[in-house]
């Protein structure tokens, strides 16, 4: 996985909780990405990042925040989780944005909001 | 709202055949289409990718066919194995601009 890893793997929490995932490379690539996964929707942006402390929003940003404080860490934090935030989040780097560039996805993590 | 839709949503045949996923966008900005396989339990990956200024690339068993004018790219998998048996997604972006959208995803299963 391009050395790229998320944390946690697996989480459950209840309605209403704050929710932390943690994605983290050693690729030193500039560029981040938060995905979520979900049956018939595919992949959809959530937020992304150019750069440390330089993000911005996706196509389904509410309800969601990040922040990049480093280069290797970029975290994705549901203030307070709905059950509709069920799904598999992907991680994703690049190391250039122009024509052609690859993205990498980490493993996933898989939220289940009761 | 810039869209990639794909079809069909899932795709049964039998080892030998040729499965093809259809993709279709709409702006016409989009220069850089890359397919990504996923496995259960992983994270998509890039397959294969193709620009607008050729109408076909190919790696290995997989090749894509690109039309400009009707604004649609496929996926032919030849001499389908089951271990070809993933989620393909199709997926496009505009040079400079970082973000990849994706198509619905097609679950393929290939029959020994």
């Known amino acids: 996985d391009a050395g790229i890893t998320q944390s946690p793997r697996h989480k459950v929490t209840e309605t209403g909780t704050p929710v932390t995932l943690r994605c983290h490379q050693t690729?030193?690539?500039?560029?981040m990405y938060w995905y979520r996964q979900d049956p018939g929707h595919g992949l959809r942006l959530i937020h992304y990042?150019?750069?440390?402390?330089?993000?911005d929003k996706g196509e389904v940003s509410d309800g969601y925040s990040v922040s990049r404080s480093k280069t290797e860490d970029f975290l994705l934090t549901l203030e307070s989780a709905t059950s509709s935030q069920t799904s598999v989040y992907f991680c994703a780097i690049s190391d250039r944005r122009g024509q052609g560039e690859t993205q990498y996805f980490g493993p996933g993590t898989r939220l289940l909001v009761l | 709202q810039q869209q990639v839709k794909q079809s069909p949503q899932s795709l049964i045949v039998q080892k030998g055949g040729i499965p093809i996923i259809n993709c279709a966008y709409e702006n016409t900005a989009f220069d850089y289409f890359p397919w990504y396989q996923q496995f259960p339990g992983k994270g998509p990956a890039l397959l294969i990718a193709?620009?607008?200024?050729?109408s076909e690339k190919k790696e290995g068993r997989f090749t894509i066919s690109f039309n400009k004018s009707a604004k649609q790219f496929s996926l032919h998998i030849m001499d389908s194995q089951p271990g070809d048996s993933a989620t393909y997604f199709c997926?496009?972006?505009?040079?400079?601009?970082?973000?990849?959208?994706f198509g619905q995803g097609t679950e393929l299963s290939v029959k020994p």
């Open positions: 990042s150019y750069g440390v402390k330089d993000t």
């Open positions: 690729e030193n690539h500039r560029y």
């Open positions: 193709i620009r607008p200024d050729v």
């Open positions: 997926a496009a972006s505009r040079s400079g601009r970082g973000k990849l959208i």
